[in-house]
């Protein structure tokens, strides 16, 4: 590993613990050469997956772009960061048991409404807003009206 303060490859580890719900590995380091200390973290890598636009172009899955999209949704709720990675996370693990190199965005965007309907129903219609370009007041209300019958029956 690089220090990022001086480019030596010279470190050592000082700690060593689970993040992310044991999603991932979190190293506290110590250049050997100038002391910096650093953290870095390590996470499974899995096989990439396309995500098929509506207009049938493909871009590489991209998990900071999800959690931006999703945060947005969450602008002053009361949603933690952990929460918003927890969904992606679970999202991840589901593209990999479920699908093998690619996913529909409309496939992608339903997976977050299900969870964000789990979580916030203003976020969910946030989401959802964007997501399905609502056009006019009557497709919200009838966003909100379907979000609430999903809680009752939940």
Not at 22 to 35: F, H, K, T
Not at 58 to 87: M, W, Y
Request: hydrophobic content about 30%; some cysteine; aromatic content about 8%.
């Amino acid at each position: 590993m690089k220090c990022p303060n001086c480019g030596k490859e010279e470190d050592r580890v000082l700690d060593t613990r689970a993040a992310h719900d044991g999603d991932a590995v979190r190293r506290r380091r110590e250049c050997s050469a100038c002391n910096y200390r650093y953290t870095t973290y390590e996470y499974i890598e899995r096989t990439p997956i396309a995500v098929i636009k509506r207009d049938s172009g493909s871009e590489p899955f991209d998990r900071n772009k999800l959690i931006t999209g999703i945060s947005l949704a969450c602008a002053k709720r009361p949603i933690t960061r952990t929460q918003i990675e927890k969904v992606v996370n679970d999202i991840e693990i589901t593209l990999a048991d479920d699908y093998k190199s690619e996913v529909a965005s409309k496939d992608l965007g339903e997976m977050v409404l299900a969870r964000l309907a789990k979580i916030d129903q203003v976020a969910y219609v946030r989401f959802a807003s964007v997501y399905r370009a609502f056009e006019n007041v009557e497709q919200f209300i009838s966003e909100i009206e379907k979000s609430s019958n999903k809680k009752k029956e939940g």
